[in-house]
């Protein structure tokens, strides 16, 4: 059996536009969210996607869950990436200790993931973004939410690297 890391590594000629939108709770929907784990968090999935193939465009956050709006690549193990978002961070914020308030970060099981057209992305951004509003209990103090990422700040697909020598 091939590892699926291996197939069509490059994917010569394929252009995409892949968006999820994911969602995750603490354990118990306890509200364990607080300043320095959204912080830590923030920077801790986005480089975690990355070693994943994966951009997040936007974080949305508030004390009991995480949304993410990612940007994926067709070859992108999906379980494999939460799995490393979810366990990862737990483990890293709980070594390193990045509460403010020594709260132990533990996720529940499970995960929800939708997928989202191009034209759905400003839509996800904005229900991200308007999580403290949405749940004003839950809203995390001392918090002003996360620098997004926009299409526009890199090239509008993935291209291979054979498809870059060919534009250049």
């Known amino acids: ?3 699926m890391s291996n197939v069509n590594a490059t994917l010569p ?3 995409h536009r892949l968006y999820c939108h994911v969602v995750w709770t603490t354990r118990n929907r306890e509200p364990l969210l607080e300043a320095g784990l959204a912080r830590f968090l923030c920077g801790f999935l986005r480089g975690v996607a990355r070693q994943e193939r994966v951009r997040v465009l936007e974080i949305g956050m508030v004390a009991t869950h995480v949304h993410l709006l990612i940007r994926i690549h067709p ?3 999906l ?5 490393r978002l979810k ?8 070594k390193e200790r990045h509460s403010t308030r020594n709260r132990v970060l533990r996720w529940a099981k499970g995960y929800a993931i939708h997928s989202v057209s191009p034209r759905g992305v400003s ?3 904005e229900y991200l973004r308007s999580q403290p509003t949405r749940h004003p209990g839950e ?4 918090w002003q939410g996360d620098n997004p990422e926009y299409d526009g700040s ?7 690297e054979q498809r870059e020598r060919r534009r250049g």
């Open 75 to 77: 070859t992108t193990e």
């Open 87 to 94: 366990g990862g961070s737990a483990a890293i914020a709980g």
């Open 123 to 125: 839509a996800v951004r």
């Open 154 to 160: 890199a090239p509008d697909e993935w291209r291979s």
């Open 1 to 3: 059996m091939v590892a």
């Open 139 to 142: 809203a995390i103090p001392d």
């Open 79 to 83: 379980s494999r990436l939460l799995q």
């Open 13 to 15: 000629g394929v252009i």
